[in-house]
């Protein structure tokens, strides 16, 4: 794979071929993980949990053409296309295409490349994620109140999945040895994590209201959102900031409430419900405790000091 060409501009043609056929986005995310020769067995096993995401958005139809009788999702083809075209640039630029790396992201998806473990696949996934996250809040904006709430219902889980391989005890308290297999993305676990199917309809554009979804969600999401992530979202996003040296993000949370796209005065859609299971978990795996200066200690040794936003 040699040309003039820089890997971006390669990478940006290869999304562009996509845009419109959810198919051949799939078709693309699948190569990207075969590596730039087509043989890359130490990177395809990661390839699981990223395709069990890529098909829960193509059953809802959100990555539809946006000309089509039902049109996708602008938020949501934009938020997938950054993943695509970071990952095909990596690829680019492993197989020999000039240089340099359009975006940090990048850079986090080629040290993936050279050395793929669960926590480099994070890093590089949700590098990109975030990015997207943040370069789009406008068409995040336009989108429908319950759409908004799911678009940060997302963020928190694919944070707390990174989470579960690379601070444990931020995650899991002290069942922190069960968190590295939960969090493997190698593995079917994770896609448990990323998956929203029991509380959303394979439908776009979402109908109904946020407590009329809520009401829907039960047994294992409901103990996640609300046992696990909720009381732990301020330190959640604070390390993940710190963890992809993306700042920015410090910007999607409040005193622990989400706000991406959504009024700090209609945080109580994140307090949880009543409920005899998730008091139960609350004292069961309490989040990790924060030092008098605001230190996370969530991390594998010694405790986290988030960046100034």
Known sequence: MTSDVTAAVWAARQVA???????????????????????????LPFRRAAMSFMGWQLR?????PASGDRPGSPWWRAVNERILRDGCEAVGLSG???????????????????????????RAHNGSVVAAYLENRGLAEAENEVERFFMNVVLCRVLYAHTL????????????????FLGDPRLGMTGIFLQLSRVLPAEYPLRGTVQSHLDREIGFGRLLDFG??????????????????????????????PIYAWPYDDRHVW?????????????????AAADHAGAVR???????????P
Request: proline share 14%.
């Open 17 to 43: 071929r996509v845009r419109d056929d959810p198919a051949g986005r799939t078709a693309l995310m699948r190569r990207c993980y075969s590596g730039p020769f087509g043989k890359a067995p130490r990177h």
């Open 60 to 64: 809802r139809g959100v990555l539809r």
């Open 96 to 122: 020999g295409l000039p240089g340099p790396a359009s975006s940090p992201a990048v850079d986090l998806w080629r040290s993936f490349a050279d050395r793929p473990t669960a926590r480099a696949w994070y």
């Open 165 to 180: 391989v690379a601070a444990p005890r931020l995650s899991l308290g002290p069942l922190r040895p069960l968190a590295p």
């Open 228 to 257: 696990m992530i909720v009381p732990r979202l301020q330190q959640l996003y604070e390390w993940s900031a710190h963890e992809l040296s993306e700042p920015g993000l410090l910007g999607c949370v409040r005193d622990g409430a």
């Open 271 to 287: 307090q949880p419900p009543r409920s005899v299971a998730l008091r139960f978990v609350h004292r069961t795996l309490p989040p």
């Open 298 to 308: 969530g991390g594998r040794g010694g405790a986290f000091r988030p960046p100034c």
